[in-house]
């Protein structure tokens, strides 16, 4: 099955910073439009950036704009999630995956938000 690994998450203090990677497996081949998603305890999955193939349109929601910058870099096969500013309402596992997503999903990468 084709999965995508989620690194980069930890604990945060309010108002700081952290960088997600996201390796895409080998076998996927571009182009493909990219997810970065999180799920908060008792939540449903969300949308948190979605990634053209190329990389030039990036869509966000309301909750993470103006904070989170999506990126990637298709010659590694790798996307970036930088977050900003975060809260504690951040607070959830965050997973990549294709946008829309399809197939199983990573692990994912704890981001815990706390002072």
């Known amino acids: 099955q084709v999965q995508f690994v989620e690194s980069g998450g930890g604990l945060v203090q309010p108002g700081g910073s952290l960088r997600l990677s996201c390796a895409a497996p080998?076998?996927?081949?571009?182009?493909?439009?990219m997810g970065w998603y999180r799920q908060a305890p008792g939540k449903q999955r969300e949308l948190v950036a979605g990634?053209?193939?190329?990389?030039?349109?990036?869509h966000y929601p309301d909750s993470v704009k103006g904070r989170f910058i999506a990126s990637r870099d298709n010659a590694k096969n790798t996307g970036y999630l930088q977050m900003n500013s975060l809260k504690p309402e951040d607070t959830a596992v965050y997973y990549c995956?294709?946008?829309?997503?399809?197939?199983?999903w990573g692990q994912g990468t704890q981001v815990t938000v706390s002072s």
């Open positions: 995956n294709r946008w829309p997503a399809m197939g199983s």
């Open positions: 990634i053209s193939s190329d990389g030039a349109t990036i």
């Open positions: 080998v076998r996927i081949s571009n182009p493909y439009t």
